[in-house]
């Protein structure tokens, strides 16, 4: 079991700045990926990033360049640092853990999510 909590989302004007965080109730050594997902309004829930256990991280195309994820291990936390903010990056941000089991099956937990709104 995983709890995730996130926090720093807010009001932002474009072209700001906002840093996620999502801490876990583990250590994320022990996670296989820690990703951070979005949905905004009338849309499906996209992928924005992930950071594997090994330190590998992946963003969605559109959103290269412009956030960062990165974790603190002594803090079994891990950050989305949000740059250059657009209000098409207005969504609640969710944070979510999955952990391969020795029986291949995947464990998947989330966080319950952070608003993110960005005005023009």
């Known amino acids: 079991q995983v709890q995730l909590v996130e926090s720093g989302g807010g009001l932002v004007q474009a072209g700001g700045s906002l840093r996620l965080s999502c801490a876990a109730s583990?250590?994320?050594?022990?996670?296989?990926?820690m990703n951070w997902y979005r949905q905004a309004p009338g849309k499906q829930r996209e992928l924005v990033a992930t950071?594997?256990?090994?330190?590998?991280?992946n963003y969605a195309d559109s959103l290269k360049g412009r956030f960062t994820i990165f974790r603190d291990n002594a803090k079994n936390t891990v950050y989305l640092q949000m740059n250059s903010l657009k209000p098409e990056d207005t969504a609640v941000y969710y944070c979510?853990?999955?952990?391969?089991?020795?029986?291949?099956?995947?464990?998947?937990?989330w966080g319950q999510g952070t608003q993110v709104t960005v005005s023009s």
């Open positions: 979510n853990a999955r952990i391969l089991l020795t029986d291949h099956t995947i464990d998947s937990y």
């Open positions: 950071i594997t256990s090994g330190g590998s991280t």
């Open positions: 583990r250590s994320i050594f022990s996670i296989n990926t």
